[in-house]
């Protein structure tokens, strides 16, 4: 391990829970909750953890989700806990041989009725369509899987507010595409949005950047009437790439106007040109937002030989974009997101762990990994990046797109 800067001094917060990726969006489905498990075991193989606050994640309630959230689209997904663990305790009882319900199920049964009765839910619910698509399918445990990555992402806020931490992570959250009271691209709650407006009851200027291959469209939408949150995406964009938005001139309305910058770009984005393109715009960004923070959704799609994504980024390309985040010297929240192709998202998310912490960490896979073999043939942590891709974004037009941001940017009052 190497000590990459000299500001070690940096508290990290990194949050955690080993039920999040037991979770399945189904057996074809290419969101794989497993991926967070196998980061976590490379950065306790790596002995990162040894040098940071590791926090257990708890569940989000309901009554911070519904700060954001729709009340009936809450109470909607509810039914997918709730059913999960009746089948759990039903399950439990018969095995012991019970036939009472666990004192701290119930009173969180008791909780949800006693919410929804308060928020006026209406019960027959058929305008919510989780489920309908393929993308966004109901599952054992759906709504504790959202609970959870929610709960992270609002405990990372808290770290950072609380000072107990300079840097917070949640590799299970990054759920950028939830919009207030819809599912969508595998993301039902949006912990970002969640984090965010945690940061905002104290700061003045938030900073959002979003490297996952997809525009962070849910996170832009929450946002896109103020000028207290900056969101900034970069994306592959054309050719019907999901989710169709994160034009270069979606830039907010009133006075929000200016303060949604985005970043779309054709597939084969390389390592050279994509860091280029990523500093010529956060450091302009940074000079004039002067955020009081930067929440960062790191998905590991826009990394070579992802199943989803057609960048061609290395793992040190992308986490290069983090590191240059982190040099800003103010807080930061980093958060997961996309990436399919699991084995290189746990190395990313690893190392980018390492990054937090100041400290390259090995080439070599720890071999006592449980998962050692998703990390053959090589058995190493850079994995060799796609060779002839062409990059489709020529140089001249990457240029107009700075110049045009920088234009945007140049609205923005001082
Ligand atoms: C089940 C089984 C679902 C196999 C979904 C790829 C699948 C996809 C599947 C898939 C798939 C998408 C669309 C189509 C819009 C729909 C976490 C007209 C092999 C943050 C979400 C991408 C990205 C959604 C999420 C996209 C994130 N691509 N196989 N689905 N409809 N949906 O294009 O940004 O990474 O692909
Ligand atoms: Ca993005
Ligand atoms: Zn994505």
Not at 192 to 212: G, S, T
Not at 251 to 268: A, F, I, L, W
């Amino acid at each position: 391990m190497i000590q990459t800067d000299s500001d070690s001094s940096k508290r990290v917060a990194y949050f955690y829970n080993r039920f999040i990726g037991k979770f399945q969006y189904g057996k074809e489905h290419p969101m794989k909750p497993k991926r967070i498990i196998m980061a976590h075991n490379l950065i306790v193989n790596y002995g990162l953890f040894r040098q940071m606050d590791v926090y257990l994640i708890r569940e989000a309630q309901l009554q911070e989700i519904g700060k954001f959230h729709d009340p009936d689209y809450i109470i909607y997904l509810s039914q997918f806990m709730s059913q999960n663990k009746i089948n759990f305790v039903k399950e439990y009882c018969s095995a012991n041989n019970e036939s009472v319900i666990p004192e701290n199920l119930l009173e969180e049964f008791k909780l949800i009725i006693k919410w929804s009765q308060q928020q006026k839910v209406k019960t027959e619910n058929s305008e919510f369509k989780v489920g309908d698509s393929p993308d966004n399918p109901t599952f054992s445990g759906l709504f504790s899987y959202c609970q959870l990555s929610s709960g992270a992402s609002i405990d990372c806020a808290h770290s950072i507010l609380t000072g107990q931490a300079d840097i917070a992570i949640n590799w299970s959250g990054g759920l950028h595409h939830a919009k207030k009271k819809e599912a969508s691209g595998f993301c039902y709650i949006n912990d970002i949005v969640l984090c965010i407006l945690e940061l905002l009851r104290v700061y003045v200027r938030v900073l959002y950047v979003d490297i996952d291959c997809h525009h962070g469209d849910g996170v832009e939408e929450a946002f896109y009437l103020t000028n207290r949150v900056m969101t900034l995406s970069f994306h592959q964009y054309g050719d019907d790439f999901y989710p169709g938005t994160g034009q270069l001139n979606s830039v907010g309305v009133g006075v929000g106007r200016y303060y949604s910058v985005n970043v779309p770009m054709k597939p084969g984005m390389s390592d050279q040109p994509y860091i280029e393109m990523f500093k010529k715009i956060t450091s302009r960004v940074m000079q004039v937002y002067r955020p009081d923070c930067i929440v960062m959704q790191c998905g590991a799609d826009s990394l070579s030989l992802d199943k989803l994504g057609g960048f061609n980024l290395s793992i040190k390309g992308h986490g290069a974009c983090v590191e240059y985040m982190k040099s800003f010297g103010i807080p930061m929240i980093l958060l997961g997101g996309g990436g399919y192709t699991i084995q290189n998202v746990s190395r990313c998310w690893a190392y980018e762990t390492g990054i937090a912490l100041g400290q390259q960490i090995d080439q070599a896979i720890p071999s006592n990994d449980i998962y050692y073999d998703y990390y053959s043939p090589d058995y190493l942590l850079h994995f060799p990046i796609k060779q002839n891709v062409e990059n489709r974004n020529k140089t001249e037009d990457l240029n107009k797109i700075v110049a045009t941001v920088y234009d945007y940017l140049s609205h923005i009052e001082n």
